[in-house]
């Protein structure tokens, strides 16, 4: 069973509409929470890391949220674009673990007009 | 400041052949990570270096599969006798110490 689980597993939504994406994570005690975009042939890019103390982060038109009591976090895309396309993966740093990465699966977000 | 960069960003090989995919970190970057994406799955962390040492292979298969990172020169994630299973997307990452981890753009095996 995959440590980070992430749904939905694919999203469509119309320009302009905003979406959230879920992500509940097994593994701990981590230093921090990652989202990362990547587009299709491409290697992920950091979007926002949040320590486990933080609730919240903000990057743009990302909104990244934190709860670490229900080992949940949620990211928020705001008035979507069509460049928004791509999967967005849930990242997990484990405290100690050397800064190696633990992936979620991700979520295929696809913007249409 | 170039980012991290991989190559071949396509590589074909028969099976039993040996595929070598190397890696250059940013620059000052010390720390190199790879990972592997195969398809429909997540990234799956392999391997961990600094500079001429392994510091974490946990995820490295333990038959057919190395990487290096000599003093001097890219990473290279080696696969010797490659099989069927081994076609995948090979992801490349670099960072400072406990920073953040940049990703190159990944090479593409295919493997006939």
């Known amino acids: 069973k995959n440590q980070v689980e992430q749904s939905p597993q694919s999203l469509i939504i119309l320009e302009g509409k905003n979406c959230t994406l879920q992500?509940?994570?097994?593994?701990?005690?981590?230093?921090?929470l990652r989202w990362y975009k990547q587009d299709t042939g491409r290697g992920p890019v950091s979007l926002t890391i949040?320590?486990?103390?933080?609730n919240t982060k903000s990057n743009g038109r990302y909104t990244a949220t934190l709860d670490a009591d229900t080992k949940q976090s949620s990211l928020h895309i705001t008035a979507s674009q069509l460049s928004d396309s791509a999967s967005y993966i849930c990242?997990?740093?484990?405290?100690?673990?050397?800064?190696?990465?633990?992936f979620g699966t991700g979520t295929q977000l696809k913007v249409e007009l | 400041n170039a980012g991290v960069m991989q190559n071949p960003r396509h590589l074909v090989r028969r099976r039993g052949q040996e595929a070598r995919l190397r890696c250059s970190p940013m620059?000052?970057?010390?720390?190199v990570y790879w990972y592997r994406q195969l398809p429909e799955e997540g990234l799956k962390f392999m391997v961990y270096?600094?500079?001429?040492?392994?510091?974490?292979e946990s995820g490295m298969p333990k038959e057919r599969f190395s990487a290096e990172f000599p003093k001097e020169g890219p990473s290279i994630l080696r696969i010797q006798q490659v099989v069927r299973g081994d076609s995948a997307a090979y992801f490349c990452?670099?960072?400072?110490?406990?920073?953040?981890?940049?990703f190159g753009p990944g090479t593409r095996l295919t493997v006939l």
């Open positions: 990452a670099s960072s400072s110490v406990g920073d953040t981890q940049y």
């Open positions: 992500c509940n994570y097994t593994v701990s005690p981590f230093s921090n």
């Open positions: 949040m320590t486990f103390s933080e």
């Open positions: 990242v997990v740093i484990l405290t100690g673990g050397g800064n190696k990465l633990t």
């Open positions: 620059k000052g970057h010390s720390h």
């Open positions: 270096l600094q500079k001429e040492n392994i510091i974490d």
